[in-house]
């Protein structure tokens, strides 16, 4: 019994409804279950994969769309190489190198390709400011990405400030918005650069819309979550990342910094310098094997 509260008696509910009215009134609509994956703060490191062996100065890797491919690219040798995985997302299923290329000297050393949302193109970008958009002939293979750029994305209005170079670079999913981040050795904070693509994927189309300061003399990395409400930026100075949280998807002028009990330590790593967000709950961290 509870104090102040008071009975009608036992509940008087016939079988005939007689004495209750019953409504029916539930929405008659259909639910869509979605996935949604933790926050990087929570996750662990799964697998291991030493590509010295491979490439020199690895600084950078991806998927294809499906995840059943992995690729790697280098800094100052240009190279990226490509492995085939048995089990989509999973670098612990690696077979050996399938393919290897290189860029030409005179796109200049970057931080790593990015493919489009079906490999017919790929986009290169070098620290000094420009990205490069090659066609693909074949989807996500490296022996069919073209030797000359169809067009190209000038950022060093806003990456080539005194000390900084372009460093990581990410699409939102449907090519319609690209981000790069500039790393600023004379800079206690970088900036993310938001560029407007009106064709999505055509960097000819590419508008700057908005920049935002992240912490960090030096972030190199970049990456959002499937709902691009958490963006995380990789500080490359305190082997950090950074979380953030849009109040506007993909939008980064609405970004706001999580706070450091939400930063993600990464000194055991030795020098990571890029950072991959894919099918949602899978994280790519890439450790340089050279620290610059």
Sequence with gaps: AQSGISSKGAWDVNATASNYELHNTAYDTTLTPSTTASDLETSSVTETFDTSGSLINNIN????NDGTRLYVSGYSNRDMSSFALS???DISTRGSQLQNMSFGSQFGNGFGPRWNDDGTKIYYPNITGTIYEFA???AYDLSAIATSSTSTLDTSTYTGISGSQQAGMVFKPDGTRLYV???NSSSSSTTIVEYTLSTAWDLSTASFTTNHNVLGSRSTGI???DSGITMYSLNRTNDLIHKFTLS???DISTASYAG?????DLSSLNDPCNITIDNGDRVLLVRSEERR
């Design 61 to 64: 890797s991806f998927y294809n």
């Design 87 to 89: 089990t989509a997302y």
């Design 136 to 138: 693909v002939s074949t």
């Design 181 to 183: 981040v500039n790393d």
């Design 223 to 225: 990456g959002f979550t």
């Design 248 to 250: 506007t998807a993909y």
């Design 260 to 264: 450091s009990g939400s930063d993600i």
